[in-house]
């Protein structure tokens, strides 16, 4: 799926079924992060009139989902915690090359877009390893959200830079972010 180089075990989703609370929670953060990226890509071309509308959709869309996952949380009765760091997160981003103003964006949408492909990946894992039915039917339809996503960002990438170089760095992500997913997976959040 999406080139990924190493998968997530799917004894995770166990850890992750463990502690809905907290998976809950946790995705609640991803989503509204989510949407706080998309603002930030807005901010960086507002002169591209069609890929603002896009990204103003993608937003919209991740902040709805920050909506569904709170309210699962309160209908389960469980208590929406603090934002938490996300190292995973985090540790993608030092990836991110400070050259050009293109390259910056460039690398932007491939960093939010290696965030989807992983995301989409680990709710394919949900959706397939945990019992609980309701969070299977949420998960899928979360997993082809993020799909979507992935195709946008990577589209966009190719869009605003030259579409070989594009590619080529891509593969770079790839190989970047094998090197670091392999220390996650066993922790109750989604890119733990």
């Known amino acids: 799926m999406f080139k990924l180089k190493l998968p997530?075990?799917?004894r995770w989703a166990n850890i992750a079924e463990g502690n809905i609370g907290e998976i809950l929670t946790d995705h609640a953060?991803?989503?509204q992060k989510a949407a706080t990226n998309a603002i930030s890509l807005?901010?960086?071309l507002p002169e591209r009139a069609e890929i603002v509308t896009e990204l103003l959709a993608i937003a919209q869309e991740e902040l709805d989902h920050f909506n569904q996952v709170h309210e699962l949380?309160?209908?389960?009765?469980?208590?929406?915690g603090k934002a938490r760091k996300d190292n995973y997160v985090n540790e993608l981003a030092k990836f991110?090359?400070?050259g050009s103003r293109e390259d910056l964006i460039?690398?932007?949408m491939l960093f939010a877009a290696m965030i989807e492909a992983r995301s989409c990946e680990r709710f394919k894992v949900l959706t397939e390893n945990?019992?609980?039915e309701e969070l299977k039917v949420f998960y899928k339809e979360l997993m082809i959200s993020e799909a979507n996503h992935y195709t946008t960002f990577i589209g966009f990438a190719r869009q605003?830079?030259?579409i070989e170089k594009v590619n080529k760095r891509w593969e770079e992500w790839l190989e970047y972010e094998a090197s670091i997913i392999k220390s996650y997976g066993n922790k109750e959040t989604i890119h733990g």
């Open 130 to 132: 945990i019992k609980d």
């Open 73 to 80: 949380i309160k209908k389960r009765g469980y208590t929406f």
């Open 42 to 44: 807005i901010m960086m």
């Open 106 to 108: 460039v690398d932007k």
């Open 160 to 162: 605003l830079g030259d």
């Open 8 to 10: 997530t075990d799917p």
């Open 29 to 31: 953060w991803c989503e």
């Open 96 to 98: 991110v090359v400070q």
